[in-house]
């Protein structure tokens, strides 16, 4: 079966340092990757995706970036992170095509101070 | 990209009341897909509903799909303390948006 491994769960940063938040899917090859983030009591706010090894499509500019080095591994990064980089980050994987449903990680409480 | 309204923003109800949320495009949705969250969660995959005019049941959850594919509503029957959290819909397409969410509180 397949599993979606996100870490870590709840993370504290000063305002300035960098960040680097990893995820990985098991159990199914090629599949399409996400990262969203959720402002407290807020919506999905779609970040980036990826449909394959190197290909990265942003949906929002800012200071994060993401990368994929491996066809089941899903970094978010950033070089210097601000308040406003503070929410609930969510990976999660679909398989290719059409009727895509999504899996999520468990998430990983940003508080950055 | 277009993205589906969802309504209400926040509903509380009294245990066994019960409740609706709605989602509203003005362009025709290829699918939309329904998940829930709990508090302190992640979303979790509820459906996913295809056909103009489809209906599908969980229990005591009522899926239904608009004739002109412009809407999609999620109905719970006689809610309980475990209904909590907040409802997302989401239009399949390549936009991979989601609704802005419904927070359903329940009082026991």
């Known amino acids: 079966s397949q599993t979606i491994h996100q870490w870590p769960a709840t993370l504290v940063q000063p305002v300035g340092s960098p960040l680097s938040l990893e995820c990985t899917v098991e159990?199914?090859?090629?599949?399409?990757l996400y990262w969203y983030r959720q402002a407290a009591g807020r919506g999905l706010q779609l970040l980036f995706y990826?449909?394959?090894?190197?290909?990265i499509s942003s949906e929002v500019p800012q200071n994060l970036s993401a990368s994929r080095p491996q066809d089941r591994q899903f970094i978010l990064s950033s070089k210097k992170l601000l308040l406003s980089d503070s929410g609930f980050y969510l990976c999660?994987?679909?398989?290719?095509?059409?009727?895509?449903?999504?899996?999520f990680g468990s998430g990983t409480q940003l508080s950055v101070l | 990209g277009q993205q589906v309204m969802q309504i209400p923003q926040y509903q509380h109800v009294q245990e066994g009341e019960d409740f609706t949320t709605y989602c509203n495009s003005s362009?025709?949705?290829?699918?939309i897909q329904w998940y829930k969250q709990r508090p302190g969660g992640h979303p979790v995959f509820l459906i996913q509903?295809?056909?103009?005019?489809e209906v599908k049941k969980q229990k005591r959850l009522t899926f239904q799909f608009g004739e002109a594919k412009k809407n999609s509503s999620l109905h719970i029957t006689a809610t309980q303390t475990t209904d909590v959290g907040t409802y997302f819909c989401?239009?399949?397409?390549?936009?991979?948006?989601f609704g802005a969410g419904t927070r359903l509180t329940v009082k026991p």
């Open positions: 999660a994987w679909s398989v290719g095509g059409g009727f895509e449903k999504l899996f």
């Open positions: 159990g199914t090859s090629n599949p399409n």
């Open positions: 990826s449909v394959g090894i190197g290909q």
């Open positions: 362009t025709t949705l290829s699918n």
């Open positions: 509903l295809v056909k103009s005019g």
């Open positions: 989401r239009d399949n397409n390549n936009d991979m948006r």
